[in-house]
């Protein structure tokens, strides 16, 4: 398809257990955000991708998440020994010009971890 | 740092009236704005966007919103609401040149239109 895609769209795991979140954003755009989005609230920044680079991750909020985008396509946001307060919906979205602002996000992959 | 605020978690209005939606951001530089609405089991959508020149912008369905400077604000507004405009919707700044190229959102509003 043409728009932002993330798999899986669902995912249950145990408190404790490695996750990886894939989002495969629309073709040619070089700009790629994370955000993680809780129930009644807005979406939250996580990170920001220029091509393959990181250029902002301080929204993550310690260091058991973690992103990859090693082709300036397809990324991973990755997520260790998970726990119960990392439910949520993580929304992936890109951008062709980041400097104009609109952003074209996916579905999302909601995470509930048992 | 930038900041928005929407007032109300939820806003009610019959089917056919105003529907008025309060946005407010804080930033330190001139701002882009945006209005995002999610409809259920879908991705966040651009409804417009406000970068430079007309404060006035008008965006899909119907709806537009007015930047106001000396107001911080950015409303969006729609004349007559119908029942498909049920959804969540978000306002979001980020600075317009500069700056961070990540926009920050607010907590959302949730439309209810009811018949």
């Known amino acids: 398809g043409a728009g932002v895609s993330q798999t899986p769209s669902n995912k249950v795991t145990e408190k404790g257990k490695y996750v990886e979140l894939r989002c495969d954003p629309i073709?040619?755009?070089?700009?790629l955000y994370w955000y993680r989005q809780s129930l009644g609230q807005g979406p939250e920044f996580l990170i920001y991708?220029?091509?393959?680079?990181?250029?902002?991750d301080s929204g993550l909020p310690n260091d058991r998440f973690f992103a990859v985008r090693p082709e300036g396509s397809v990324s991973t946001l990755k997520i260790q020994r998970t726990e119960r307060g990392d439910s949520a919906v993580y929304l992936c979205?890109?951008?062709?010009?980041?400097?104009?602002?609109?952003?074209?996000f996916g579905e999302g992959s909601r995470l509930t971890v048992l | 740092a930038q900041s928005v605020t929407q007032l109300g978690s939820h806003v009610s209005v019959s089917e056919g009236a105003l529907v008025l939606l309060r946005c407010n951001y804080s930033?330190?530089?001139?701002?882009?704005l945006f209005w995002y609405v999610q409809y259920p089991n879908q991705g966040l959508q651009l409804l417009l966007k406000?970068?430079?020149?007309?404060?006035l912008v008008k965006g899909i369905n119907g709806f537009e919103a007015e930047f106001k400077k000396s107001e911080t604000s950015f409303h969006l507004t729609k004349p007559s609401a119908h029942m498909s405009d049920a959804a969540e919707y978000f306002c979001?700044?980020?600075?317009?040149?500069?700056?961070?190229?990540?926009?920050?959102f607010g907590r959302g509003t949730s439309l209810i239109v009811h018949p």
């Open positions: 979205a890109s951008s062709g010009q980041a400097n104009t602002g609109e952003l074209f």
């Open positions: 073709s040619g755009h070089t700009a």
């Open positions: 991708f220029q091509g393959t680079g990181a250029a902002d």
């Open positions: 930033s330190s530089v001139p701002p882009y």
């Open positions: 406000y970068t430079t020149g007309a404060t």
């Open positions: 979001a700044v980020r600075d317009a040149s500069g700056g961070s190229y990540i926009p920050t």
